[in-house]
């Protein structure tokens, strides 16, 4: 069983800067397409970031240029570091890893970030 612990969130004025870890477990790290996802109260969850084994990266476009996704094989880890956040920004952070050969996915329990005066 794949098991996804986040880390990271909380408080941080607009503006500021803030790195969200993501440590996977159970699983052979290097067959999952890892991808950040966010969800704020009365929003649908949806897709913040997204990067594949090679390292190919994806990005929604209202964080572009701003957020960058990575992944660290030997811890598999996978990162989302955020600059120039916004109030908009403030949501819960969700950690997905989805096996790329048996389409399984799982979710890790959420971080909060708040982006705030």
């Known amino acids: 069983q794949v098991q996804l612990v986040e880390s990271g969130g909380g408080l941080v004025q607009p503006g500021g800067s803030l790195r969200l870890s993501c440590a996977a477990s159970?699983?052979?790290?290097?067959?999952?397409?890892m991808r950040w996802y966010r969800q704020a109260p009365g929003n649908q969850r949806e897709l913040v970031a997204g990067?594949?084994?090679?390292?190919?990266?994806n990005y929604a476009d209202s964080v572009k240029g701003r957020f960058v996704i990575s992944r660290d094989h030997t811890k598999h880890s996978v990162y989302l570091q955020m600059h120039s956040l916004k109030p908009e920004d403030t949501a819960v952070y969700y950690c997905?890893?989805?096996?790329?050969?048996?389409?399984?996915?799982?979710w890790g329990q959420g971080t909060q970030v708040t982006v705030s005066a």
């Open positions: 997905n890893g989805r096996n790329i050969r048996s389409g399984n996915e799982y």
């Open positions: 159970g699983g052979v790290f290097s067959l999952y397409y």
């Open positions: 990067i594949v084994d090679g390292g190919s990266t």
